[in-house]
């Protein structure tokens, strides 16, 4: 890649990006002009061209480019309506006292500031022309910037987060779907992919910084303290009631609004902030203080903000829906509140506020079944389809009857998966199926909106041991050592049904130690410890 005649080599992609859109009409904070109401949107194919270009143009890797755009937008520019932080389009370019990424983009590119915060394509051309000031500023040969890894540290930086551990927290997740790998089906992004590669990041400064301090109002959760001009210290409840718990949608990423929320000049906050893509907890505030985030219900409440954005179902995932869930009946429960719709509101539903969060999307039915039950209630739905016209057979073959057939985007609950039939579809192949619960039958996975051939957390059809667990209060986590995500906990014995063992991190109890650990077909790995008859490996149970 190089760096020369860098305006002149977007000049074909941006113009084709603004093809038949009305001239800029408006105000951006500190312009000339004001935003239109609504963003052009460019079909997948032109995106895609946008990425290619920028990454050329400004020496920044493509994968890099796309990658920190989903973390930040899931690929959305949200019809240029900036982020609470003040961030805009799929980059989330920000304008705020702390934070001045959008003016950099303006400068570095040349292009006027409304452009790079609505079109895509020069938002995009924006964000690279950032990255690509800061790798001169580390000093990264052409050498050196041919490998992800080396941007590890000019990601952090370009998040402005409010301190080391929250930058990594940010640089993580985008170098998570980096190594995972991504293919974008719907939304404006639909078609554009990142192939999974191998990535050890150099981490430099960020190394030792990490948000590993329990929190003290719910253990399983993280505790980054948000500024303390953000909220007010009190007593409650000893000074105020807590009667409501208030659901939110951050209208921008887990990362950034942990940052956000740690922004003195932000004067907003949330008691606990939660990512989408595993669940994950973070506590700002302590309940017995008050945090702002609904205005006139401050005192009285309890808030917990979920990453994504209202227009975006695809951020409201399941493990995002049961790790709140958790959180919630906890709170209900150790507060005395009751356990129902009066008392569990959205942010929408409180008086004096001009909130629309957590949105039409937020599957309220869904979402109360898991507060009000026990256990480990099983999912209404785990995964979306896309694409129309999609087949549901009785096997996985491409030659099986036709069961049903699903009109368009559809949310299924998958029972298991198996390998059957390669299919060829959307520009890739895959022999993975899914059985569909309620179809009574199986789909390709292409048409599942995973970036996964093979889907997380389902089973493997006729696979699996049923085990039974023991303890009380036994953490489930993300993967099978001590200092990964808590999923959820089970509060006492439980049946499951365990899909392999894995040799993880040693736990030691009452002077003895076992490494191994169990893969739950509901999610998550639990400490052989806590599995009845194992010694200690489960009987019979194949290794991960």
């Not at 074909?12 to 001239?23: C, D, M, N």
């Not at 500023?137 to 910037?145: D, M, P, V, Y």
């Not at 953490?475 to 993880?504: D, I």
Request: hydrophobic letters at 35%.
């Amino acid at each position: 890649m190089g760096k020369t005649a860098r305006l002149p080599r977007m000049t074909a992609v941006l113009a084709a990006a603004a093809a038949g859109v009305i001239a800029f009409s408006g105000m951006l904070p500190g312009t000339a002009a004001p935003l239109p109401p609504q963003a052009p949107v460019i079909p997948g194919a032109e995106l895609a061209k946008a990425f290619a270009a920028a990454a050329d143009q400004y020496d920044v890797p493509r994968d890099l480019l796309v990658a920190l755009g989903y973390a930040e937008s899931h690929l959305d520019g949200h019809n240029g309506k900036p982020s609470q932080a003040g961030g805009y389009g799929m980059m989330h370019l920000v304008s705020n006292p702390t934070n001045r990424t959008l003016s950099e983009a303006t400068k570095l590119t040349g292009l006027p500031t409304e452009r790079v915060a609505k079109e895509s394509a020069a938002n995009i051309a924006g964000a690279a022309a950032v990255l690509d000031s800061y790798a001169d500023q580390a000093g990264l040969t052409e050498a050196q910037r041919d490998d992800v890894d080396n941007w590890y540290q000019l990601v952090a930086k370009y998040s402005h987060s409010a301190d080391l551990a929250t930058g990594r927290l940010y640089a993580d997740e985008v170098f998570r779907l980096i190594g995972a790998g991504l293919k974008v089906k719907s939304g404006e992004g639909a078609g554009i992919t990142v192939s999974p590669t191998k990535v050890a990041p150099v981490r430099g400064k960020y190394a030792g910084s990490t948000m590993g301090a329990m929190a003290v109002d719910y253990p399983s959760a993280i505790w980054s303290a948000a500024s303390t001009s953000n909220y007010q210290v009190a007593n409650r409840p000893t000074s105020n009631v807590i009667d409501r718990i208030v659901v939110h949608t951050t209208q921008g990423s887990y990362a950034g609004t942990i940052s956000w929320f740690k922004n003195p000049s932000s004067q907003v906050s949330a008691h606990y902030v939660i990512r989408s893509s595993d669940g994950q907890i973070t506590q700002m505030v302590r309940e017995k203080d008050i945090a702002w985030h609904v205005r006139s219900a401050n005192s009285r409440s309890i808030g917990i903000e979920h990453e994504g954005w209202v227009n975006d179902p695809s951020w409201y995932t399941d493990a995002m829906y049961r790790a709140s869930a958790a959180l919630t009946k906890n709170i209900a429960e150790r507060r005395g509140i009751p356990k129902d719709r009066t008392h569990i509101v959205g942010h929408s539903e409180v008086p004096n506020n001009d909130h629309t969060d957590p949105g039409p999307n937020w599957n309220w039915t869904y979402y109360m079944s898991l507060v009000n039950g026990g256990g480990d209630p099983e999912p209404e739905y785990n995964f979306t389809t896309y694409g129309s016209g999609v087949n549901v057979r009785s096997d996985a073959k491409v030659t099986a009857s036709i069961v049903t057939t699903l009109p368009g985007p559809t949310r299924v609950f998958v029972v298991c998966q198996k390998e059957g039939d390669p299919v060829t579809a959307e520009g890739t192949t895959n022999k993975w199926w899914s059985k569909l619960r309620d179809q009574n039958g199986y789909m390709t996975n292409i048409y599942i909106d995973h970036p996964d051939a093979q889907l997380p957390g389902v089973s493997v059809c006729g696979a699996g041991q049923t085990i039974n667990t023991t303890g009380t209060n036994v953490n489930v986590r993300s993967e099978p050592t001590t200092a990964s995500t808590v999923l959820r906990v089970l509060p006492g014995p439980t049946t499951q049904v365990a899909l392999c063992q894995a040799a993880g991190q040693s736990v030691t109890i009452n002077g003895v130690a076992n490494s191994w650990w169990a893969k739950l077909q509901a999610g998550g790995y639990v400490s052989n410890h806590y599995v009845s008859g194992a010694s200690p490996k489960v009987a019979g149970l194949a290794d991960c």
